[in-house]
């Protein structure tokens, strides 16, 4: 039952997120993330930090979050994309989609966070809410303050699917399936740039399972 | 014969139904690591026996201050403080209110911010708006809650719910609806 090449078991655990990434249905998994130990990195040795975590909430990040002796704020980006794209505008009220969204989901005050997780949802924001979603997370977020964010590399019209993304350890993620979305655009490294241009610096992990990862910090 | 027949079934009926209870959940195990598969059963609070009960049909406006256990199945709009005793708001319920107690188990809605000095619990159906501070959270698959979460260490004094604040404010209350979504 050993693995018989590669490390122990390493090879079969990139085989089995390669598959998971190319099959039809979604497959729960561990994954190893370089942007989650560098986000956790940054933070490190400081307590009673504000992080937001736009994927939802789970068990496993409120646990990881609070032992740690920090407060946590959670929200969905793509639940509250879909309310805002489901709802019917309301006649006379000039507020549009954006607008909505924005003070739906990201309504904080200014510098009031030390880490955001953002993990896979802003890329399924259309061109107008993702401009103005990540000036609000510059706003929001503190200065030094860093935050995580995955692109997938498909081409535009792809459909990807989408995961829950749950906090094993400081570099090791759980993938939850949650559903599948085609993917609005696509991204490479020099649109990534350009998107986060306004932060102090940003950096990308390329995974083998076709996410980009990136850390940007403020 | 057949008037012998019906008279012994009386003592019958305790058989029949103990079994499905032990079948079920066998039969549900493998199911549940199904990811996509939500179960079936549905997640029912029990009322328990001496506790204060607001009935599903009940609309309550104003302040609630209790010295036992309170189950919400209704809807409230005020506040609600119970400190060293449980809220439990069923299914049905839908507090829009400040709490504080010492435990809070949600399977309805609640919009508001939370204090409990022992546990809050978030189950499946139920969904949470508001800053929450506790020492314990339990927080099922499928929950929905936005929000904070201030987890109060031991030794450390709770505080009361917080008036809501402009850092959390919740927005309307919404179901999760995405396509082809498995848990909420």
Redesign the interface.
Known sequence: MAPTNGGPGLAADYARIERAARSAGPVEMDRQSNGLRQFFENLRGETRLHILDLGGVSQANVNFVTLRGHKLYTGDLLVGLDRVGVAPREPGKAAGPTARFIKENLNFPPAHFDGILVWDSLEFLDEEMLWAAVSSLQAILKPGGCLLSFFHTHAKGETVHIYRYQIRDHQTLHLQPRCSRPLPRAFNNRNLERLFGNFHAVKFFLAKDNLREVIVTR | MWGKKDITPPPAPPEPQAPPPVNLPQEAKPVATT??VKPSEPDRPQVRPGQAHIGKSVLVKGEIAASEDLYVDGEVRGAIDLRDYSLTVGPNGKVEANVTAREIVVYGSLNGNVAASEKIE?RKTGSILGDLSTAR?????G?????????MKPGQKQEAAKPIS????P??Q?T????????G
Not at chain 2, 137 to 141: A, F, G, N, R, Y
């Open positions: 990811l996509m978030i959270i339990i927080i099922e698959d929950a929905y809650f936005k929000g904070s979460i201030d987890i402009s850092v959390t404010k927005g309307p919404h999760f609806q995405m396509a082809e979504s498995g848990k």
